[in-house]
């Protein structure tokens, strides 16, 4: 009669208002100051002398040293804690950028965006990893995708706040770009301090839920444990040769592909059709297609929770960014171009609000440390290889339209990868039919 009594709605929303905010916020910064880069470069690249097939090295090496260390960080994660470990990721990485301010070659720079990869390495899966120990399967979609809100919001800001210090900031008679980076790396140094005292690392230690809400909690996160054990049951490091574990890396590979393939060149592709506009001016444009795809987001989301359907949810919407890259080459129009943009931006952004349920299907507690970092850390490979391909294509072609076929195909394989995963694999309501039949045999 206890557990009928019980508002689960009430106590999922009273959660994510007392973490996912916070949570948020932390993410704004970390894409902020990994995506930061493209706003400098309309200035850096002229300045140090960095050709296009560079500025693709330099912008994708951060994902290289991501790759190296994320499982290790995760899995300290899981040991020392969730606030500890997340509070010396933002300070290593703020005092990183802040550094960037102070580089004078190319050299310099592809060392402090690798560093930069180290330092955050792990911040991505730890919140993955940190919500599950929150939130059941089936509440899993909304809240992952009002985190990823944070990624949407970043691009918003950082256009106007990076071209406008760009434009205005060049004091020590240093340039605007240097600035830029030196005052987007100062907030993750003070979040690192606040998050030691904000933070809250498990249910069990929660103050602003119930002893009844706790009690409720666990029991269904222990239920849901149990049920994923039963389907696998494996140790921590044999998680690493499991093939839905790497097949869910190649899907997220495809995406990370074409989202920063993309958002990295998005302020050249506004600055090649038109040569007028500002920096201020291009990374206003810029939030477009990012204010969009945050809508876009949480709709496919909610849609996603409200049915239990994963597979579908994640897979049809990134279809649609092939045709918009494919047509995006085809215009030589700032506002239709711009248009094309914001579909593509959308519908990869719906992509990553679901995809992160999949991996809750086959992963228990002690395996996600390190499943859900080796997926993230494999796929971010495709962080690097998208914004690189496309610079070089540019360089080889004069153009970035070579580019855009090649994001637009693995936005294509993402899709049919995710639908090759039997369905049954992903099924939010088996558990809830297995719980509701031992209810009624009961």
């Not at 930069?116 to 990893?129: M, Q, R």
């Not at 574990?245 to 059709?273: D, E, H, K, S």
């Amino acid at each position: 009669m206890q557990a009928r009594s019980i508002d689960e709605n009430k106590i999922m929303n009273k959660i994510r208002w007392n973490i996912v905010p916070y949570i948020m916020l932390l993410y704004i910064i970390a894409m902020l100051d990994r995506v930061n880069i493209g706003f400098a470069a309309l200035d850096m690249n002229k300045e140090l002398g960095i050709s296009a097939t560079v500025y693709g090295l330099l912008a994708g090496i951060f994902f290289v040293s991501y790759f190296f260390f994320e499982v290790p960080s995760n899995v300290l994660m899981h040991k020392v804690g969730a606030r500890r470990w997340i509070a010396r990721i933002l300070i290593t990485w703020g005092l990183v950028v802040v550094f960037m301010g102070a580089a004078r070659s190319p050299t310099h720079i592809g060392i402090l965006r690798f560093l930069l990869g180290v330092a955050e390495a792990g911040f991505y899966p730890c919140i993955i990893l940190y919500f599950t120990f929150w939130f059941p399967a089936k509440h899993l979609a909304k809240t992952i995708s009002l985190f990823m809100c944070g990624m949407a919001v970043a691009n918003i800001i950082v256009g106007p706040i990076s071209a406008w210090v760009m434009d205005n900031v060049h004091w020590m008679g240093l340039s605007g770009w240097r600035w830029m980076f030196i005052l987007e790396g100062i907030p993750a140094i003070v979040l690192g301090f606040v998050t030691l005292f904000v933070l809250t690392d498990r249910p069990d230690q929660a103050r602003f839920l119930t002893a009844e809400e706790k009690e409720w909690l666990l029991g269904e996160l222990k239920a849901e444990y149990v049920f994923k054990k039963s389907k696998m049951n494996i140790s921590k490091w044999k998680v690493l040769v499991q093939k839905p574990v790497w097949y869910l890396a190649w899907c997220l590979f495809c995406y990370n592909i074409a989202t920063y393939g993309l958002g990295m060149w998005v302020p050249q592709i506004v600055r090649a059709l038109s040569q007028i506009l500002t920096n201020t001016e291009i990374g206003f444009i810029s939030t477009l297609p990012y204010i969009v795809g945050v809508v876009v987001m949480l709709l496919v989301a909610r849609h996603s929770d409200k049915t239990g359907e994963r597979r579908l949810h994640t897979a049809l919407p990134i279809l649609l960014a092939f045709p918009a890259l494919i047509a995006l080459t085809l215009t030589n129009d700032l506002w239709i171009s711009m248009a094309l943009i914001c579909v593509a931006t959308a519908v990869i952004y719906a992509f990553i609000g679901t995809f992160w349920t999949l991996p809750n299907f086959i992963l228990g507690e002690e395996t996600a440390a390190v499943g859900v970092a080796l997926i993230s850390s494999v796929a971010n490979l495709g962080g690097f290889f998208g914004p690189y391909v496309v610079g070089f294509l540019k360089d080889m072609s004069g153009t970035t339209n070579t580019g855009m076929y090649l994001l637009a195909t693995f936005a294509l394989l993402g899709t049919i990868s995710v639908l090759a995963i039997p369905a049954r694999t992903v099924d939010t309501n088996a558990f809830k039919r297995q719980t509701d039949a031992k209810v009624q045999s009961a």
